[in-house]
């Protein structure tokens, strides 16, 4: 019998299924809401707040 190797893809979505049935979906939901606070923290910091009213106008004109 030979043994089928795994692409990337397929070991990083069996790696996913199983971390889902370990600890559920509310997991994704937490770390997901934890790098946002924190992605926007860095981006305020490196940017600034005005860029944020820059990028929201922009937004605002399509």
Do not use: N, P, V, W
Not at 9 to 34: D, L, N, V
Request: glycine letters at 20%; proline letters at 0%.
């Amino acid at each position: 019998m030979a043994i089928k190797k795994m692409t990337r893809s397929e070991a990083g979505q069996r790696g996913g299924q199983t971390t889902m049935r370990k600890y559920g979906s509310e997991f994704y939901q937490k770390i997901g809401q934890a790098g946002g606070r924190k992605g926007g923290q860095t981006t305020k910091q490196r940017y600034g707040s005005e860029f944020y009213q820059k990028i929201g106008r922009l937004g605002g004109l399509k």
